[in-house]
């Protein structure tokens, strides 16, 4: 099984109920910011499974079961 890292190019399977931005004071948004298939770099590494993606439309923390490696 490939695990994610820093650096790697990721794309959203499926839309959480929500999305947390990235921000200082994150703020919980609505998923149909993202779409499924969106693109995005893994930008950090957060506890509890979650790491931050940087999306065309922001950055935002999305749990591991989300995302899949890509090329």
Do not use: C, H, Q
């Not at 929500?18 to 993202?34: A, C, E, G, H």
């Not at 506890?47 to 989300?66: H, T």
């Amino acid at each position: 099984m490939t695990t994610i890292k820093v650096g790697d190019m990721v794309k959203l399977t499926a839309l959480p109920p929500y999305v947390k931005t990235t921000d200082p004071m994150p703020m919980l948004r609505p998923p149909d910011i993202l779409n499924v298939g969106d693109r995005g770099v893994v930008i950090d590494r957060r506890p509890g499974g979650y790491w931050g993606v940087r999306f065309d439309s922001g950055s935002f923390l999305l749990d591991s079961k989300y995302l899949e490696l890509t090329s």
